[in-house]
């Protein structure tokens, strides 16, 4: 078990406890480190269980970077993996990483402390690669959304994805190849309402057509990737912007 003592009269910016075989942390272990700006512990058996990486929001912690992938979160249809007590107690992290986890469905990001979600994140990248979600849908993503209305680049690939027509407005970077996006003409008319995108990556996504006016309403785009797909008829205009 990691044990908080461990770290007493330590001052560090950047801990990296990749595929140590921990398999419990005690609760508001880095609390002692108030300058820690990069974590991870990926790699480690921690479970499904809560963490408490620390004890409270009011320690001026500056963790900036969390990277929690294949720590065993799961989640199904009956058991969501809580994350809003983290989030709460770690309140500027920006870079949120839970990649190779086994969640079928998206984690809880408020708590009973923030029950009335008052108090919003400051994400702006958060990734999910390497899962089994299937649901991104309005209600499934409403939560999210509404707590991280910063987050401008959102990783999801190598899901089980067919339902993309919740994802955050306010996202500029859309990374989704491996999934089954071409399964419902829905995702790809959602994205219309997506003006601040830059960059769509959708390689290997079962697409078989584009609609013609896709990128009319995108003029930040830049990088548009489709590898991998079956589409055989690309749009006279597709790719022209009012601009």
Not at 179 to 190: D, H, W
Not at 230 to 239: M, N, R, S, T, V
Request: glycine share 6%; with cysteine.
């Amino acid at each position: 078990e990691l044990r908080s003592s461990m770290f007493e009269g330590i001052k560090m910016n950047s801990l990296d406890l990749t595929w140590c075989r921990l398999s419990a942390i005690e609760d508001g272990v880095f609390e002692t480190l108030p300058e820690l700006q990069y974590l991870s512990l990926e790699g480690n058996q921690l479970g499904p269980r809560k963490l408490n990486l620390f004890k409270s929001a009011t320690s001026g912690h500056q963790l900036n970077t969390l990277l929690l992938g294949s720590i065993g979160a799961f989640s199904d249809d009956s058991i969501v993996y809580e994350f809003g007590h983290v989030l709460e107690n770690s309140p500027i992290v920006n870079i949120l990483e839970m990649n190779g986890n086994l969640m079928a469905k998206l984690p809880k990001f408020s708590s009973g402390a923030n029950v009335e979600n008052k108090h919003q994140y400051e994400i702006t990248s958060i990734s999910f690669n390497d899962n089994k979600l299937t649901d991104l849908s309005k209600g499934a993503t409403e939560e999210m959304c509404r707590l991280m209305p910063k987050i401008k680049f959102f990783f999801a690939e190598n899901n089980l994805v067919t339902d993309i027509t919740g994802i955050c407005v306010s996202v500029q970077r859309l990374i989704m190849s491996d999934n089954f996006v071409g399964l419902r003409v829905e995702n790809l008319l959602q994205l219309r309402q997506m003006v601040n995108l830059d960059r769509i990556e959708l390689s290997r996504n079962g697409i078989t057509a584009l609609p013609a006016d896709l990128t009319t309403n995108m003029p930040h785009l830049r990088d548009f990737v489709m590898s991998g797909n079956e589409i055989q008829h690309i749009p006279q205009h597709f790719l022209k912007t009012n601009t």
